[in-house]
């Protein structure tokens, strides 16, 4: 999917994907670790190309550790 196009997840949305608390994700974006956008509102916004990649990092990561 071009980025052009990428889908915008929230926080909560993001969350639910690495199953963790919203306020962990606020924090991993605070500290660089994904990226965001700002609404206009203030709220955060995350390509899902990127969250996708990153979970993607994530899993292969967690087999390699478990010795799968």
Sequence with gaps: MA????RLLTTGE???MFRV???T???WAAAGRIGS???PGGHR???QSEVSALLAG???HARR???E
């Design 25 to 27: 994700v606020a924090k």
């Design 45 to 47: 916004r995350f390509r």
């Design 21 to 23: 608390n919203p306020k």
């Design 14 to 16: 993001v969350a639910r």
């Design 58 to 60: 994530v899993t292969v």
């Design 65 to 67: 550790s478990s010795g």
């Design 37 to 39: 956008l700002r609404t």
């Design 3 to 6: 980025k052009d196009f990428d």
